[in-house]
């Protein structure tokens, strides 16, 4: 049995658990106004997680084609947008189902085989400092994680179908 004091630390028991603990420390330590960690599913990227619970629900989905994922996983914009105004490909797509994003930071999420799987991450609705910058590898290193862990067996709850 784990002593209660070191319980805090204990694994994860399944990869929503790790996705969840992940969400929150983000929002509590990275700052942002919503984390999802999200599925690419043909031509829908589905939220499978979000944090906090009342910002968005598990199961809604945005056209892959609009979202602003999409545009980072192409190339067509960096990782982490302080001011989504100021990227063209963010600007275009800054109207989510979430709200007007105006700063948008997201990581891919990868297979074992290195495909696609959806992404982790996190919008504000108001601009950021051109310090939050500086949070980037927090955010890498909790999508590598989540990543990790489907490698190493732990399977990601499948996403609802489409409404």
């Known amino acids: 049995m784990v002593p209660a004091r070191v319980a805090d630390v204990a694994p994860w ?6 996705a969840d603990d992940a969400l929150r420390f983000l929002h509590e330590h990275v700052g942002w106004d919503l984390w999802m960690v999200t599925r690419v599913v043909g031509d829908r990227q589905v939220v499978l997680r979000a944090w906090p619970q009342r910002g968005v629900r598990p199961g809604a989905e945005v056209p892959w084609e609009r979202s602003l994922c999409r545009q980072m996983v192409e190339g067509n914009g960096p990782r982490l947008a302080t001011v989504t105004a100021a990227v063209p490909a963010y600007a ?3 109207d989510q189902p979430v709200g007007a994003v105006a700063a948008y930071v997201g ?3 990868v297979t074992p ?3 696609l799987f959806g992404t982790l991450c996190g919008v504000a609705f108001r601009a950021k400092p051109r310090s939050a910058a500086r949070e980037l590898s927090v955010v890498e290193a909790a999508a590598r994680t989540l990543s990790t862990l489907m490698a190493t067996g732990l399977e990601p709850p499948s996403p609802p179908p489409p409404d």
Do not use: N, Q, V, Y
């Not at 028991?13 to 790790?18: E, I, K, V």
């Open 13 to 18: 028991r399944d990869w929503t658990s790790a």
């Open 92 to 94: 275009a797509h800054a």
């Open 107 to 109: 990581i891919p999420l």
């Open 113 to 115: 085989d290195l495909e």
